[in-house]
């Protein structure tokens, strides 16, 4: 059965088609235990959640729209070993497509505006034990350039502060503080509009940091225009198919502690000093389904870390050597890169290594290895870091490189030592023949 996606529902209908959809029909409470068990199904790559009956919830709540490369291949229509190859020509400027401006949006059903706004109306899970309450992750933000009116989706971990305030976590570096900060009035209340439950190509494609509007990569991965309607109380053009879209104004300089959260990089990390939301609008369709994101596991990290980047990593790297190929392992929280090649040159290693440490901020490890490397195992990887780097040759440090604020061992400002590893056999150096390997078998052939 091949359904055309192009929002939550139809995704849901995809997912369930192919067998992949998870119904929890037993209640759950939103503190702790929905996220207890999204995180189980998670970790063992079942597929999407649906709970059906959350406690003290008037909505159903989805969860874990793109996992792994089987999720994101079910969401994007293609393969798994496609993944790469879709998402790098997503990124192709020949082939990406404006969004289309529509008048009506499912979400404009229904409508709080003014003292009607109240943030406790929503299902809002408090997901890990050591969050600092509840966080609103899977939503996607949604601004626009004051200079050139470019469109922008990110996404901002957001903790319910009131009935309409939301601490709003702002890395320096992205779009939405370079926005504000281009103004002639940088602390003056700026328009922000948090679309949930989206298709994921949407959601994919906010995770891309880019200098486009990353709607027209969206629009790229469905070969479509992805609908926009105006916004209720803000000047931004929102997805047309969102469940739930929060509107309100950013305040640069009303500011408010929050966190912890459980992030990416797998700790729940600090309390931040943030900019706040002053939400003036909450529009929801009919029979809406909330969405969330569990942070700090494995849609937090492959959205936000694997699938964005593998393509530009991969880009970089192929200016070196035409056939490298990359992976982004989620467990390394998207610090880690691992390249594989058929070594050809004992320099090749190190200049690939330098190429993938440049492609994007976050990089802070790189791992090079040879074909017979599996390089989607863990075990693999430390096998040839075991046996085949020597720690004082194989091995360059860059010290004061800028990488993400919330790395652990990283400064404040994100400034820390990446690290290079040539963990290619170098058979100049001392010849070892080959590697043991057996072939595989089915078991249940064998055993009774």
Known sequence: MNVKIND????????EAAGMLNRVVRPVSLQHELADVAAALERNDAGPALFENPKDSPWPIFSGAVTSRRTAALAL????????????????????????????????????TGKDVDLASIPIPVHSRGDGGAFITGAVSVTKDPVTSRGNLSYNRMLVLSRNTLGFNLNEWRDVGTFMRSRTDPSAPFDVALAIGLDPAV??????????DELCIAGALRQQPVEVCRGVSTDVDVPAHAELVIEGQIRPSVRADEGPLAEFHGYHGEMWHSPTVEVTTISWRHSPIFQTIIPGWYEHVFIGNVLPREPLLRRFVRHIDSTADVHIPAYGNGFLAVIQIDRNNPGTPKNLAMAALAAHIN????????????????????????????????VFTVAGAQGHEMDPIAQERGVSTKVGIDATYKRERREYGERVSYAPVDLSDYLS
């Open 77 to 112: 229509n293609c393969a798994p070993e496609q993944v790469v190859d879709r998402m790098g020509q997503a990124l192709e400027t020949s082939g990406q497509m404006a969004p289309a401006r529509v008048d009506s949006a499912a979400w404009h059903d229904n409508c709080l």
């Open 363 to 394: 990089i802070r490890n790189v791992v090079v290895v040879d074909r017979d490397i599996d390089i989607t195992q863990p075990s693999e990887l430390h096998w040839a870091l075991t046996n085949r780097v020597n720690w004082l040759d194989d």
């Open 8 to 15: 939550l529902r139809s995704y849901m209908v995809a997912a």
């Open 203 to 212: 959601m994919i494609a906010a995770g891309v940091r880019t200098t486009i």
